[in-house]
């Protein structure tokens, strides 16, 4: 069981916005930075968020994250067959002293 | 370009031990902190092992802590990980990445492609 809570799934059609959702608590999210991972079948994982909402160059702007309070958020607009994939929001735990990830959101373009 | 390159996975019975290994090129890994990450068939990450950018300081998930040994060798810019007493439920593909950013901002920045740990008998 993770400590950070994300949907296992989400999907919307080419063209369309979709919104990944990642919760935790005060000693994760709500006092340290929110990252975001793609992970594409068969190969390693790719940072597209890092510090709640900067991308790293590379990362096309149709991806952006936030944070409020304990939550953080993935917005993908315009969606493209190519993003299907599972998607992770990853923070530090101060309470645990370690690294966490969420869940994992398998998002399908359908 | 940086580059991280994992070895050492494979095939192993229960209770043995392995050590795998992640040699890093592009970087220097005394600059960074230095990670390892696993996913297990059908699951999500899970983050496993950090050695601090000063060598100083490890840190370990807690389903790992007594039986997984992070190190690096700073002359030939690697970084171990010795898994001892080894689980099924080990069973993973096992990432080494590079960290940026201070510890409540640290995020992995690059990735190796990963090996792929089997314990079974």
């Known amino acids: 069981q993770s400590l950070l809570t994300q949907p296992p799934s989400v999907s919307a059609a080419p063209g369309q916005n979709v919104t990944i959702s990642c919760s935790g608590s005060t000693s994760n999210i709500g006092n340290n930075s929110v990252s975001w991972y793609q992970l594409l079948p068969g190969t390693a994982p790719q940072v597209l968020i890092y510090g709640n909402n900067n991308r790293p160059s590379g990362v096309p702007d149709r991806f952006s994250g936030s944070k409020s309070g304990t939550s953080s958020t993935l917005d993908i607009t315009g969606l493209q067959a190519g993003d299907e994939a599972d998607y992770y929001c990853q923070t530090w735990d101060t309470s645990r002293s370690a690294w966490v990830f969420g869940g994992g959101t398998k998002l399908t373009v359908l | 370009q940086v580059q991280l390159v994992e070895s050492g996975g494979g095939v192993v019975q229960p209770g043995r031990s392995l050590r795998l290994s992640c040699a890093a090129s592009?970087?220097?890994?005394?600059?960074?902190?230095m990670h390892w990450v696993r996913q297990a068939p059908g699951k999500g990450l899970e983050w496993v092992a950090c050695t601090s950018s000063d060598g100083q300081t490890t840190y370990y998930a807690d389903s790992v802590k007594g039986r997984f040994t992070i190190s690096r060798n700073t002359f030939r810019n690697t970084v171990n990980l010795q898994i001892d007493s080894l689980r099924p439920e080990d069973t993973a593909v096992y990432y080494c990445?590079?960290?940026?950013?201070?510890?409540?901002?640290?995020?992995?920045?690059?990735w190796g492609q990963g090996t792929l740990v089997t314990v079974s008998s």
């Open positions: 990445a590079s960290g940026r950013g201070g510890l409540g901002d640290e995020y992995f920045n690059a």
């Open positions: 592009g970087l220097n890994i005394r600059t960074r902190g």
